[in-house]
């Protein structure tokens, strides 16, 4: 389906949330990422694997994306400032936000169940910057 509508969401000025994509042992992640790809013009997985993990993948996608397809609401919050020397939180970064989850994601796209074991969000958050998280996800 190709990605313009990570473009259209871009030349927006909406921000994106990156995701990260668990496939189920034994499934083809090169193939996975494919059918997932075809799906939606903004939700888009990197074709490499991630952490050289063949089952892994990190993507883009829009909230709209996201909620639509996944149940999975989000919301742009400030991102908290973690003072190192003080050891706690010092207010908010200007001009910087994170993703919160409203809801958690409740379903996935018919066919793809069987291929994702787990997705979530990267995100910085407190003392650990940039970790990823994942979490799974129970279908309804």
Known sequence: MGDAGLHRA????????????????GVDGVAATQLINSIADDFDLHPSSYYDDPLCRIGSATKEALERLFGWRLQRVPL??????????????????????????????????????????SQPGGRQRAVVRMTPIKCV
């Open 80 to 121: 908290p400032r973690w003072d190192e020397k003080a050891q706690k939180y010092d207010g908010f970064w200007p001009d910087s936000f994170k993703w919160d989850t409203v809801t958690p994601a409740t379903r996935y796209p018919e066919g793809l169940e069987v291929l994702i074991k787990s997705m979530g969000f």
């Open 10 to 25: 871009i030349a927006n000025g909406a921000p994106l949330a990156d995701v990260s994509v668990t496939f189920r042992a």
